[in-house]
């Protein structure tokens, strides 16, 4: 279900008795399934939550959000410093190659030996937080505050090297899902045409105010209950791509000039030329807008600069039909502008 995939859909810590997993490609901020949530102490003095990310071991867990602000955290302690917090919350990441439950949140369960946690409560191969949040009406007027992390995501392979490693070019994370359990789970995969589409992605393209950027990049969530279709037509969006099956192989052609091997001619016809003139009103359009999740603005959802044929909205009357073209797998400005304009 892409149309949750937004920033609204994603940035929400749920508690829910069965969820779906969240598989991460590329760098995103989220939320996650709440999957421990109780209190400690006199008077409940201490709330613990494990909030999962990904299931599956993630390169970085980076930034951590408290109600939209990026705060900061004592590497010695995990406590949440500034004057707003107080010291009331403690962060800690799990990247999913943790061994070992939380020390303090089997100390303080300790407390409670009907519901005491042990050795065992470990979250292999899961990436989560574990927040804990000490009482103080001072600090929590509102309630429980959200919490939310930037993940760097699943480490993917790269047919051109061999290795395993985190990347978030759109080719290799779509090559990712195709080969995944979780995915279309199917290894009949042309790595020569995945390579190819691959260093197509990793082109450094220039940018008007500056510097260079990859030419594609994958950045979002798939979840482990989405449909196969509608996850791999999203994804081929982040490479302008054509993801087709041909001579027993999953194949990838991104958006980008290829110079020509063969010129046709009449003689490669097998039958005769077809020619519609004419194009349903409703399957024309002029000008393409829609929305990314710009990692600029907090990795909030946000309209990109729509892209305007002004020659064409002349040839249709001056009559303005745009095109919704949602991008629920790009963070930045620049390429969601480039993929429209495509």
Known sequence: DFGSLDSGGIMVNAREAAAPHDFVYGEVRKGGTVTYYETTGNKNKFLHQIIVLAGHEVEEIGDIYINDEVVTIDPSTDLVTGDKWKEKVRVQKFDGTQTSAPDDLLDESEQDPENALDANFVGNGIAYLYVRYEYDRDVFPNGVPLVTAVVKGKKVFDPRTGNIA?????????????????????????????????????????????????????????????????????????????????????KLTPG??????????????????????????????????????????????????????????????????PLDFELPLTTSSATAQRLAKL
């Open 166 to 250: 985190y990347s978030n070019n759109a080719a290799l994370c779509l090559r990712d899902y195709i080969v995944s359990e979780y995915g279309l789970d199917d290894d009949d995969v042309d790595d020569v045409s995945f390579s190819g589409a691959a260093n197509i992605c990793d082109e450094a393209v220039t940018l008007k105010e500056g510097g260079t950027e990859p030419r594609y990049t994958m950045n979002g969530i798939v979840r482990a209950n989405s449909n196969h279709g509608d996850v791999l037509n999203r994804m081929v969006t982040s490479c302008a791509g054509t993801l087709f099956w041909g001579a027993g192989n999953w």
């Open 256 to 321: 980008a000039y290829t110079a020509p091997s063969k010129t046709l001619t009449l003689d490669d016809l097998r039958g005769p030329i077809g020619l519609d003139t004419r194009t349903n009103l409703r399957d024309q359009f002029n000008i393409v807008q829609g929305t990314f999740n710009d990692a600029d603005q907090r990795w909030i959802t946000a309209d990109y600069l729509p892209i305007r044929g002004d020659g064409f909205i002349v040839e249709d009357g001056n009559v303005e039909q």
